[in-house]
């Protein structure tokens, strides 16, 4: 298939990429950004660790055409750490076991972010809805509730892991 | 043993964690090197069929395809059990499940080779098919694997006691079959291997081969490789990057790993295979079906008399793990409680469907299911809390079991005790609402195989530590971290023994070129023998630490402490008392560790320099490295482990399964409600206690209990593997019903501390063991909660609603019935399939399909 040129903006830099039209974004992410963050756990949107932001809004790009993305603002985890180190969240993650192998991890990152911009105090019921978007089979889920938690109250107290 | 830790014990968050959050690191699939190719595997369309002729011209002419493998390219034969050798990289002359590797397209990009995979033309001669084990061990004809008659792996058949008498003893005997249903592992990441060929500069040709894998066992690999590939071990390297998640997926070689090499070898460059979930779903080596017909005999006092258990396993095409999976099955049905007499039958059966092998709990798992849903039925026969009944049972450790397993540390009483008080079991079982209960249930499992799958007497784990003159520790060791926390643990180990900081230490992993030998991360070793060899390791540079720094310091070396950082005297060192630092063994011979020439002179000058300071009082960890680097030249550790000799077991033929230096206990209590309209069961809470000995890292070890209970909450409601005609029916995520948030319970993970004798700070296992009681817990619960003993796993709706319609004497449920003709009259009888029977296109006589479509019920048109 004739590839064509598209710019594509990520994590804040604009990237001129010639791409086959029927590109996924996961695939140039990883393959031609090598931003390999995002993971493949699946190819049918059923487990969520390739999620990232498009316009802040959650998304699975391994079902979303690049080419769809022109002129949108994308953010992957690795656009997620703050001044070169580590956001609440993750530093969150790391603390209270939210990730063990951490293969689902950089795609609840992705999705608990987006929940803590739309409501920055979400109550229980409303982190599990948030994450029943993606699949883990390491943490029975239980330790993310306690790593958003922390990281929630991290942030209201203002302190900044990256300081 | 003193509490008084520097590193252990505290909650620890993962020395990777930030790899993982930031998306930085690397798993197999995130590697690419110049000149990369992309291999597609072409997978059999049928379960059981003789190959008549492969022709690859039409694919291999294709624009961008470089090579297509066949199975005549690696002929050797392999497996991962030494006595099951029955796996070839791409199929022979024979295709032995949907899904078993035919041919492989390597081509420069992954649509390039799907493309050309549908060039490669296999005619196929369809032979009959199994899918049924009781039906598999009938057949005379068309055997799956020639050497097997009647398509039986293997069987097993242990008497231990006398299980007659012990029944005649008996006040109550129960006596059922149970079945659970096949589950697969699921891990997040897909299996991913990439092999890499580097050209040998004295021949000029291929040498050396390097592969990154997504696997547990690097040391298996490269054994495995080299045997296919006919090539030394030293001359492959094997490398484990990240991997996510493994629960004993990637505990064995999987067909990629030895395809992608045997590609790079013939595409003369690198080759990167990543499965799609579908053929992870299809690699599976998942835990069998397994089909138990149990008998146990109680006395009233509550006192188990005797077990007899039948268990018969669907092991699917291939060996695998299976002899194994069918010894554990046995072998720990008989060991967590004290029972006089047991008679086990074991049957490994092979079918037309993909290789069942090892799953968290190996082995165990569906027998435990069994074992405590019938001891929950005995104790409300003999009118005893089922609590009770199991703490009339327990053993009197130290001890042998009947069946010759050694159990020391024992801390199943204390986990049965804490649950039944933080569930506040003793005031609310029978007293909640109608359709809400309480059930409990133990398990156990290994901390590591006493005896390793291949059998040598080389140690199971040997660690090397390397200390800098700056005070940087680098652990170098085999162990796998597959997300369980290995390395974490390895250096929180070396960090408590050697007094310093968590991180100064650095640890190097499983990659054979610079790691020493482990055998991998599976049975729940790594902690115990990995661990064990870090402490070995550390103690021993710690003894040339240590021996430096006494000269500095004026006294013996055993008055010495290691400690945040720093060498302190201890506080009797000049009264004389002999109290010591344990983990500092006197030096035996100062002489015998005294340096070269070069060293003597420079020592001679330090000396005179140290005499006029007068001996130090303290020292940092610095000082002390760089003072025994100068006094004994490279400061560097060994230590290996090796079970000892008393922990291996028995004399009978299988008794190599089932010993292990220590046992890990777990004891749950599940709280569910049924809605007796739908069927649908809810767990609302599980309270979890395990014994683990010492928990190392404390977050860890909650999270592995809470995400062992959870895989088995997984197993017990929602996860099967459904199978028409040997097709698998939801080889995807979502079909595949892995529990997501929404239906995840809270579950309280009680952490029992029995400090093994013989475990590295006492610890011993905690990934495992969990799993097994939760399935029973829910059981036992739904029972309490609505009256019905459920014997088939997953209690789905549709098997909890026909046994309370049963209950009731209410007429069978048939769901579809009328509305859809090919729709099944009985749910997901024999090997899990819907309701086909039989060979190839021949169907079971009740096969809607075969009789005339009824008409259609109202409503459809």
């Given at each position: 298939m004739k590839k064509e040129l598209i710019e594509l903006r990520i994590n804040g830099r604009s990237h001129e990429l010639a791409i086959e039209p029927s590109a996924l974004l996961l695939d140039v992410l990883r393959q031609d950004l090598q931003l390999t963050g995002s993971k493949r756990g699946c190819d049918d949107s059923s487990c969520g660790a390739c999620t990232v932001l498009v316009d802040g809004v959650a998304m699975m790009s391994c079902t979303l055409l690049a080419g769809s993305c022109e002129g949108l603002e994308i953010t992957t985890v690795e656009g997620v750490s703050e001044h070169g180190g580590l956001a609440a969240l993750q530093k969150a993650y790391g603390d209270w076991g939210g990730a063990q192998c951490g293969y689902c991890t950089p795609g609840f990152i992705m999705t608990v972010k987006a929940l803590l911009a739309e409501n920055p105090e979400p109550s229980d019921g409303e982190v599990r809805a948030a994450l029943s978007s993606n699949l883990c089979r390491c943490t029975g889920y239980s330790q993310m509730y306690e790593a958003i938690r922390a990281a929630i109250a991290a942030e209201r107290q203002g302190v900044a892991v990256a300081e | 043993m003193t509490n008084d830790f520097s590193i252990i014990g505290k909650p620890t968050a993962m020395i990777d964690a930030a790899e993982k959050t930031t998306g930085a690191g690397k798993y197999t699939d995130d590697l690419s090197v110049p000149g990369m190719l992309v291999g597609k595997i072409l997978h059999s369309p049928y379960p059981h069929a003789r190959i008549t002729r492969i022709d690859t011209s039409r694919a291999e002419k294709c624009e961008g395809v470089v090579a297509v493998v066949v199975g005549k390219d690696a002929p050797n034969p392999y497996g991962i059990l030494p006595v099951g050798h029955d796996e070839y990289a791409l199929a022979l002359d024979k295709v032995r499940y949907v899904g078993d590797n035919v041919a492989c397209v390597v081509a420069v990009s992954e649509s390039i080779a799907e493309l050309a995979l549908e060039l490669i033309d296999v005619e196929y001669e369809v032979l009959p098919a199994y899918f049924d084990p009781e039906e598999s061990m009938k057949a005379q004809t068309d055997l799956i694997h020639d050497s097997k008659p009647r398509n039986l792996e293997k069987d097993y058949h242990h008497v231990f006691g006398d299980p007659d008498a012990g029944f005649a003893e008996a006040d109550a005997v129960a006596e059922a079959r149970f079945i659970a249903n096949e589950v697969t592992h699921a891990a997040m990441e897909p299996h991913s291997t990439l092999a890499s060929f580097e050209i040998d500069p004295h021949t000029g040709k291929p040498g050396r081969l390097t592969v990154w894998s997504s696997t547990q066992v690097p040391y298996y690999l490269q054994h495995k490789l080299s045997l296919v590939l006919e090539m030394p071990m030293s001359q492959i390297r094997v490398i484990k990057p990240l991997v996510g998640g493994g629960f004993g997926g990637k505990s064995e070689v999987i067909p990629l790993e030895i395809i992608a090499a045997v590609a790079a070898r013939k595409a003369q460059a690198p080759v990167k295979i990543t499965y799609t979930r579908e053929e992870v779903f299809w690699a599976h080596r998942g835990r069998p079906r397994t089909i138990i017909d149990l008998k146990t005999g109680v006395k009233n006092d509550g006192r188990i008399t005797g077990v007899k258990a039948r268990v018969v396993q669907d092991g699917g095409a291939y060996c695998s793990y299976g002899v194994v999976t069918i010894l554990y099955s046995g072998a720990l049905l008989g060991a967590l409680y004290d029972i006089p007499n047991i008679q086990y039958d074991g049957y490994r059966v092979l079918t037309n469907k993909p290789a069942c092998g090892a799953m968290r709990g190996h082995g165990t798992v569906n027998v435990r299911f069994a074992f405590e849903s019938q001891l929950d039925e005995l104790a409300a026969k003999i009118g005893m809390d089922p609590a009770e009944i199991r703490q009339r049972n327990l053993l009197q450790p130290p001890c042998v079991t009947v069946n010759g397993l050694r159990v020391q540390s024992y801390g199943l009483p204390e986990c049965i005790e804490k649950t039944v008080e933080r569930s506040g079991w003793k005031q609310r079982r029978g007293k909640l609402p109608r359709g809400r209960g309480l059930g409990i249930a133990c398990s156990h499992y290994v901390s590591?195989?006493?005896?390793?799958?291949?059998?040598?007497?080389?140690?199971h784990s040997t660690v090397n530590i390397k200390i800098d003159r700056d005070g940087g520790v680098v652990v170098y060791t085999?162990?796998?971290?597959?997300?369980?926390?290995s390395d974490t643990m390895t250096a929180q180990i070396a960090a408590e023994v050697l007094g310093c900081s968590l991180g100064r230490v650095r640890v190097i992993a499983a990659d054979t070129d610079l790691t020493p030998i482990d055998i991998g991360s599976y049975s729940s070793r790594v902690t115990f023998m990995a661990g064990n060899a870090t402490l070995r390791a550390a103690a021993e540079v710690k003894k040339l630490i240590a021996a430096a720094a006494a000269k500095r310091m004026g006294c013996a070396a055993e008055y010495l402490i290691f400690r945040g950082d720093r060498v302190l005297r201890n506080a009797k060192a000049s009264s004389g008392d002999r109290l010591a630092d344990r983990s500092v063994r006197p030096i035996q011979d100062e002489a015998s560790v005294s340096g070269r020439v070069e060293g003597q002179i420079l020592r001679g000058s330090l000396q005179q320099k140290r005499k006029d300071e007068g001996p130090k009082e303290q020292m940092t960890f610095e000082e002390a490295v760089v003072a025994a680097i100068d006094f004994h030249g490279a400061l560097t550790g060994t230590g290996s482990y090796a079970p000892p000799q008393e922990a291996r077991g028995g004399k009978h033929k299988g008794a190599g399964v089932g010993p292990s230096p220590a046992y890990s206990y777990s004891a749950q209590v599940a709280e569910v409600s049924v809605d007796e309209e739908t069927g649908e069961v809810t767990v609302h809470k599980v309270w979890a206690a395990h014994d683990c000995g010492r928990a190392l890292n404390p977050v860890s070890v909650e999270g592995q209990i809470i995400g062992s209970v959870w895989m088995g909450m997984g197993q017990a409601l929602t996860e099967e593997m459904i199978w028409k005609d040997g097709m698998l029916m939801n080889p995807g995520l979502l079909e595949y019903r892995s529990p997501s948030s929404v239906e995840s319970p809270e579950i309280e993970p009680i952490i029992v501390e029995s400090v093994d004798p013989e475990g590295p700070f006492g610890a011993k296992e905690c990934s495992e063991g969990s799993l097994a009681a939760t399935i029973p817990a829910i059981a036992n619960a739904i029972y309490d909660a609505v009256g019905v003993r459920l014997h088939e796993s997953p209690f789905t709706p549709e098997r909890v609603l026909s046994a309370l319609r049963a209950k009731n004497n209410a007429k069978a449920l048939n769901l579809t019935e009328g509305i859809d003709p090919t729709s099944p009259t009985r749910f997901r009888e024999h090997g899990g399939a819907l309701c086909f029977k039989g060979k190839g296109p021949e169907r079971h006589a009740l096969d809607p399909s075969r009789r005339e479509a009824p008409s259609a019920a109202g409503g459809a048109d």
């Open positions: - | 590591g195989a006493a005896n390793s799958i291949i059998r040598s007497d080389m140690p085999g162990a796998s971290e597959i997300g369980q926390g």
